[in-house]
């Protein structure tokens, strides 16, 4: 789907004009033409699908879509703030509205991390903000609540915690 000599020459050249955004220097050695890892997957519906998988995850999949009947899409997804898993049965028209709300923006790609970004290469990551100087904040932890005797007022030492519910 894409030429291999373009995609390497196009990774390039916005690879390195960030670089001169952030007036950093290019790095003695770097060649004039990049290689890309390409891979053939085949053509039309076999390449749509491995590509559907690698590079673009939906909205919902498949198995959380209980039953569609009557016009309405019935649902479950997990709540952000309980945690627990929910039902939702919308209009078929709702249904399609909230998953066009994830389409991006024209001229936006949604891609998997790779190179020194990916998840793991933090070896090669810490490598390249070594060479570009990269300082990272260091989170400062604070410190926990000290809990006190109400008897004698003394710092007391927590030994364990009981769950909720045991006996």
Not at 96 to 109: A, C, T
Not at 141 to 153: I, S, T
Request: one cysteine or more; a positive charge; hydrophobic letters at 40%.
């Amino acid at each position: 789907m894409f030429n291999q000599k373009a995609l390497a020459k196009v990774f390039r050249a916005r690879f390195l004009d960030g670089l001169n955004k952030e007036d950093l220097p290019i790095p003695k050695g770097t060649r004039h033409k990049w290689v890309v890892d390409c891979t053939r997957v085949g053509t039309g519906i076999s390449a749509l699908t491995y590509l559907s998988g690698y590079l673009y995850r939906g909205v919902i999949s498949e198995r959380n879509i209980i039953a569609n009947q009557d016009g309405q899409v019935i649902f479950k997804y997990i709540d952000g703030k309980t945690k627990e898993v929910c039902n939702r049965t919308p209009k078929g028209e709702d249904f399609l509205h909230l998953i066009l709300l994830h389409v991006l923006p024209r001229g936006f790609r949604r891609t998997r991390d790779y190179g020194f970004l990916h998840g793991n290469a933090k070896k090669l990551l810490f490598l390249v903000q070594m060479i570009l100087h990269v300082r990272i904040m260091t989170i400062v932890c604070r410190p926990r609540a000290v809990f006190k005797c109400p008897h004698c007022g003394k710092p007391m030492k927590i030994l364990g915690i009981k769950p909720a519910g045991a006996g």
